[in-house]
């Protein structure tokens, strides 16, 4: 292997990564690789380098398929341009297992709470680190689990991995953040009346849409204030928030 540059390749971001995972599921594990059309030449070559993992009889049955190891499939990911276009070798991102946890910027012991906050594309490991699966979020993971299985998608299982870490070689998508609460806007089926001497919630609601004091206390501010709003909408100016009142004040914000 070259040296590793643990940096960002530009494009690939930890979204990508879970979706090229699920693009491979159902298609064989091979010792080395990284996302190579299985052929016999290939066959004979990573044979000649591992032979224990190339002692099975189905291998000339695979001819064809795209295969790839545990570690193979996120060098997949960052070395083809789609799931199923020929991979590229960069020895920047030439990463076993172990390695891709030694350059993690952010990584520890898989707990049930850890879990939890594990984001998609994060990777998580055996614990021995000799096996890598990708995170793809719910508590299940895509792995590249062995030649008896092929590429899988499993459950998080706690009593199989140990470990976590981020994936230094792609960024990670902020999640969208939720929408905030509407400000001064309330649903009233009814819209209460508001006069002299009202008070309330309903009253703090107005008192911001009018742009004075919010005290829940309907008093002589809030008065002149929606005389204003009621003659800038052109409406009977009384000072009181009825029905009117209420949907020209709302069509303001």
Partial sequence: MGTIIPKPVAGKTNVGLVAYCDAQLGLPYWNGTFGQIASAALYEYEKARAPKYYTATDFPKQYGLRVHDCGGLIKGYLWSE??????????????NAEMFYQYATEKGELTAAVAKKLKPGMLVYNKTKSHVAVYKGDFKVDEARGHSYGVVESKLDLSRFKWWSNCVFVTYEKEPEPAPAPVNKITIDIPPTLKNGSKGKAVKVWQEIVGVTADGVYGSKSISATKDLQKKA????????????WTAGLNTL
């Fill in 82 to 95: 789609t799931p199923t276009s020929s991979p590229k070798f960069n020895s920047a991102q030439d990463c």
């Fill in 234 to 245: 052109g409406i009977q100016v009384d000072g009181i928030v009825g029905k009117d009142t």
